[in-house]
């Protein structure tokens, strides 16, 4: 008879091979053309066969091939349920313009969600109506309604009686438009297909809002909405702003309450997935309610219905998001399990859980939040799980039936284990017990001179960062991908932040609740969640501080991708070691982790780390040419200039106006968004394979030239940032320069008659003119104007200067003529005077300029004005990043839409 130890690791994890064959199939029909019938008749065909081959070997390839082929055929059927009936359908093919008025009708699938300043609808769209035709259609439209002082409060109008299941109808202006069109930029259209949500708009008023009727809804369902609703203002009338925005993302999933500093806190430590409900909240929240009904039951049929019952409650009460719903299908598998007595093992619940995701949604195969989930699950449970149990075993063996010899292991391992692993006292209850004595001699460091509860303060803190560094080390590639981002802290961080978030949030829903029979009582519960939620962000603003936390970084693209992938080879080599390790097996001992198995994965692993971290094949090599990469930053100016040597300029970095910033009586809140300067320069640096930019130069202190340039000095080590005038009145200059400061970043200031050399290029400062006054102004008419010449090629790049600059700079002398102009301030008709066109004489004009400007640009008699003199006017607006090279002979240009 076959022994367990022999037989095939299929027949073992065979739901966890199941789920590997479906997602192959999955990813065949993504990137090879297979029909949705061609693939169900093979799913069919290959289940027959298996049937017919039962008892035969050949059976386990034949459901293999039957599971890849069901895979295939789900991702198929999902796709074609994409109807012309869809929301996101109408838009995508041109029915409806994007940004046309609209009427929407349907039905809200919760209550308005609140944010700072405004609330939020996701209506369950039922018809629209578009110049004056009716449509039925389906999908999920998400309307935000700001809060006005000018006009009656949102809690005061209809909105207010607006509640789950209410059927409303919007005028408003339905958008789903790809914003930022660059190489690198995720599309707003693939982010709204990952969220669920088929388009959105943004009301000025309520009074758009009609409440037609309340249809029929699950009651219990619609009261936990109601009850959340209230814990939200619960928690905002009992915690700061910082805390209470905290306690309102990581307890109900609002996120909308988070300031963007305390958000970047989390981010660069690391831990920015304690706040986003997922896996860690459903396993936290499910594993207490099961602890506490233990003391009451041990009926594990009731313990598994009234805890899968609130479970589920809870994950419909944070908004049903998906990973939330895949985090709350992969406990209720395990803890079926439990309940029939099927303990099983931890790789087969993963591989069912994997199953039942992918049949439920084949296309969230390519999600990042399923494959963050997936990869950190399998890392706990195929490498960190069995990793521990091997130690603790080792370090706490007493000679028993089952292991009767010690471990068969290198005394240094054998020392650490019981350092950390072995009690002394629950062995001397133990050998009382039996009716042989034995003498064991443990040889733990620090022997006698650490108490039981500092060891099992270490233990904890051991397994902790142990699991910790494990999930970082097998995440570090979609870390990169996704986020382009390494935290070195996260390993510590995440520790620390579990355990003060649970106190806190422990504090706060208590004071929420005792809050409602007496706000004294409830103070003190406030006040401690206040100071956990202090104490918390202590040591991660620490780091922050001295830029310790976290660093970003490319990642590859195209083949190179091909390095992420092959990181995952070596760790699951390590992950089938590790589960077939034997510590206490006296003729195989160590047999699966020998040095000479060990060094060569470790090895490997090391290698590929560095790979990823230092990319040292990211970035194309120089070929010769000059390159001016006009980028999309919608209403603003960002150029990179890569120059034939292979440094880099780049010059201004795109932004948006606030204008709160100057109204004193708006709230200092600032809602957790990436500004363009991270969303959009930044991808498209890392996108090029950057991690370090030669300059920036900014060209004036304008919100939408010199914003995003501060995103980029965060995220990149920068040689040298060039200005004309720094002035200490601007707030957007400032938070620049603050961030050069602490960075060591060297400053010059450029001005009038300046040439900086890169090679065999010549950039030539044209204005504006030296300044001696410290804080000169900065605006438009004094931006600074570059020549760049490369052989009998030239470009003129302007920033926004005005009709009084370009007199000035036309007045000056010196020669202005050019291939190609970077039109001044957008093609705005306060600039591009008749006298400065012509003087220029360009062949191609571009204007950087968002697809609707705020400010009617560039004006239509602009754009003539220099169609006039022969130019070709290209504008990002309309074609998107705009990318330009030139041997010093001829030019090419392409551009991101053809």
């Known amino acids: 008879m076959e022994s367990d130890s022999t037989r095939p690791s299929f027949n ?9 064959c479906f997602a192959v199939g999955i990813l065949f029909a993504k990137f090879v053309a297979a029909s949705f019938v061609a693939a169900l008749i093979a799913t069919i065909a290959f289940f027959i066969l298996a049937l017919i081959f039962r008892t035969k070997p050949i059976a386990t390839i034949l459901v293999s091939l039957a599971f890849a082929s069901a895979g295939a055929a789900l991702f198929q059927c999902e796709v074609k349920q994409n109807t012309d009936s869809r929301v996101k359908a109408l838009y995508d093919n041109g029915t409806i313009r994007s940004g046309s008025p609209v009427e929407i009708e349907g039905v809200l699938l919760g209550r308005p969600e609140p944010s700072a300043d405004g609330s939020f609808l996701t209506l369950k769209s039922k018809a629209i109506r578009y110049r004056g035709h009716d449509r039925i259609v389906s999908g999920n439209v998400r309307i935000f309604l700001p809060q006005s002082g000018s006009e009656i409060s949102i809690l005061e109008s209809e909105i207010s009686n607006l509640k789950y299941g209410s059927r409303i109808r919007a005028a408003c202006n339905l958008e789903r438009e790809d914003e930022y069109l660059n190489p690198g930029v995720l599309p707003k259209r693939e982010m709204l297909d990952r969220l669920g949500i088929e388009a959105t708009c943004s009301l000025k008023s309520s009074l758009l809002v009609e409440h037609i009727a309340d249809e029929s809804v699950f009651l219990p369902l619609a009261w936990v909405y109601d009850q959340r609703a209230a814990l939200i203002d619960d928690l ?28 970047d806190l989390f981010r660069d430590g690391g831990t920015f997935h304690i706040l986003v409900i997922s896996g860690l909240h459903i396993t936290f929240i499910g594993g207490l309610l099961l602890v506490f009904l233990r003391w009451f039951t041990r009926n594990r049929w009731l313990q598994f219905g009234v805890t899968t019952t609130i479970l589920w409650g809870y994950t419909l009460a944070v908004g049903a998001d998906v990973p939330v719903v895949r985090a709350a299908i992969m406990f209720t598998v395990v803890l079926f399990g439990y309940a029939i007595y099927r303990r099983g093992t931890l790789l087969n619940s993963l591989g069912l859980c994997g199953l039942i995701l992918l049949a439920w949604r084949p296309t969230e195969f390519f999600d990042p939040s399923f494959q963050l989930t997936f990869v950190s699950v399998a890392a706990i449970v195929a490498i960190a799980y069995p990793l521990i149990e091997h130690l603790r075993a080792i370090g706490s063996w007493s000679p028993n039936a089952a292991t009767p010899f010690p471990p068969n292991v290198p005394n240094w391992m054998r020392r650490i284990c019981e350092t950390i692993y072995w009690n002394n006292a629950r062995w001397s209850v133990e050998s009382k017990r039996q009716i042989w004595s034995a003498h064991i001699v443990k040889s733990p460091y620090f022997a006698g001179r650490v108490g039981d509860r500092v ?17 970082q080390i097998c995440m570090l590639p979609l ?48 006040a401690v969640a206040e100071a956990m939620n202090w104490l918390m962000l202590s040591v991660p603003r620490l780091f922050a501080m001295m830029d310790w ?38 003729k195989a001992g160590s047999r699966f982790l020998t040095r000479r198995f060990l060094f060569p994965v470790i090895g490997s692993v090391a290698v590929l780390i560095a790979i990823i971290v230092f990319h040292p094949f990211s970035v194309a090599r120089s070929d010769g040419r000059l390159h001016i990469d006009f980028l999309d930053v919608g209403q603003g100016d960002a150029a990179l200039i890569t120059f034939p040597d292979g440094k880099t300029l780049l010059v201004d970095g795109g932004g948006r106006f606030d204008y709160r910033k100057n109204d004193d009586e708006a709230e200092p809140f600032e809602r957790d968004t990436r500004g363009i300067g991270e969303s959009v320069v930044s991808e498209v640096l890392w996108a090029k394979g950057y991690s370090h930019i030669d300059a920036i130069l900014a060209t004036h202190a304008d919100a939408d030239h010199i914003q995003g340039l501060t995103d980029v000095a965060k995220n990149f080590r920068i040689g040298t940032a060039l200005f004309a005038r720094i002035p200490n009145d601007d707030p957007d200059m400032l938070e620049l320069a603050e961030i050069l400061k602490r960075r060591g970043v060297p400053i010059e200031i450029v001005a009038r008659g300046d040439r900086l050399n890169f090679g065999d290029v010549i950039v030539e400062v044209v204005y504006p003119p030296t300044s001696d006054d410290g804080n000169a102004v900065s605006d438009n008419n004094h931006s600074i104007v570059l020549r760049i010449t490369y052989g009998n090629r030239v470009f003129l790049l302007t920033g926004d200067i005005e009709s009084q600059a370009e007199t000035e700079i036309l007045n000056s002398g010196g020669t202005l003529t050019a291939d190609l102009i970077k039109v001044p301030h957008h093609g705005s008709r306060t600039s591009s005077t008749q006298r400065f066109v012509d003087a220029v004489k360009a062949k191609y004009a571009v204007i950087s300029v968002g697809r609707t400007s705020p400010f009617g640009h560039p004006h239509p008699e602009v754009v003539e004005r220099w169609k006039a003199t022969g130019a070709n006017v290209i504008t990002t607006g309309e074609r998107g990043m705009i990318s330009v090279s030139t041997d010093g002979k001829g030019i090419e240009i392409n551009t991101f839409l053809p």
């Open 236 to 263: 905002r009338n009992g915690l700061s702003k910082p805390a209470a925005g905290v306690m309102i993302a990581s307890l109900l999933g609002d996120k909308y309450f988070l300031d963007k500093d305390t958000a």
């Open 549 to 586: 936390a976290s660093f970003r970084l490319p990642a590859y693209t195209e083949v190179g991708r091909v390095v992420h992938g092959i990181h995952f080879v070596p760790l699951i080599l390590l992950a089938i070691a590790i589960v077939r390790w034997k510590p206490f097996d006296l």
């Open 479 to 526: 870390s990169v991908i996704y986020f382009h981002r390494v935290s070195v802290t996260s390993v510590l961080l995440n520790l620390w932040v579990s355990v003060f978030i649970a106190i806190e949030s422990f504090a706060a829903v208590t004071g929420a609740l005792i809050g409602h029979f007496s706000t004294l009582l409830a103070a003190p519960f406030f």
């Open 455 to 471: 060891q099992k303060l270490f233990r904890f803190v051991f397994d902790g960062l142990l699991i910790s560094l494990i999930v």
């Open 12 to 20: 073992r994890h065979p739901m966890l091979w199941l789920a590997v």
